[in-house]
Each structure stands twice: as C-alpha cells, then as structure tokens.
C-alpha cells in the first residue's frame, strides 16, 4: 500500500521557518521524483518545489526561489522542504507527491503519480 504522510506544518510568525517531512512507504524510493504542492484558500493548488531520485536536480518556483530548499534521504524513504523566511503568502495546505521516473529523465512540474494527505501552514503578519 502506497503512503505519503507529510508533518512539520504549523504556526509561524512572518519571518519565521518551518521544516516539513514527507515519508513515502509502499515503493522503491529512489525511483521516484517527489515534489511540494500548496494550496491556499480559494486558489488552485499551485507547484512548490521538486526534486528527482537521486537527489541531484532541483526545481523551484520563482516565489519561494532562495527562501525554501527541497532535498530527500533515500536510506530513510524522506522527502524534506526547509522553509525560511516565511510570508504570510506562504500560508497553504502543503502536499508531497511522488512520480514514477526510473528512466531520469528531466524533472517536470506535473504528471505526479501519488499524494499525501496535506499539512497545513499558517504565517501570521
């Protein structure tokens, strides 16, 4: 059975950092790129930040570009998402996804296979 289980969500203050977790069971880890989406209220879920199986290739969008840092430990099936210098434009429901690439190829921004149930982050002003 597939699970993708995100924690690490919360309450911050404006300025504040967050580390979110993503654990994927029920598959070869390495094989698959993994990613963040979020969510805000009223918003369609938008991509956050990727990153593929072997942990060498990152991808971001330009709004979180040099604030969050994706990275993953394959020897513990565990995806990461740093996030430092929150804005209260940050605040979303955070989700992890997992996409099936055992081929390398380039990362891409959709296609994900898998989702995580969500964690949510709040930054207050």
């Known amino acids: 059975q597939v699970q993708l289980v995100e924690s690490g969500g919360g309450l911050v203050q404006a300025g504040g950092s967050l580390r979110l977790s993503c654990v994927l069971s029920g598959l070869t880890f390495n094989t698959y790129d993994m990613g963040w989406f979020r969510q805000a209220p009223g918003k369609e879920r938008e991509f956050v930040a990727a990153v593929d199986g072997l942990g060498r290739s990152t991808d971001y969008t330009d709004s979180v570009k040099g604030r969050f840092a994706i990275s993953r430990d394959n020897a513990k099936n565990t995806m990461y998402l740093q996030m430092l210098s929150l804005k209260p434009e940050d605040t979303a429901v955070y989700s992890c996804?997992?996409?099936?690439?055992?081929?390398?190829?380039?990362?891409?921004?959709?296609?994900?296979?898998?989702w995580g149930q969500g964690t949510q982050v709040t930054v207050s002003s």
């Open positions: 996804a997992a996409k099936f690439n055992p081929w390398r190829t380039p990362l891409t921004r959709g296609g994900y296979d898998y």
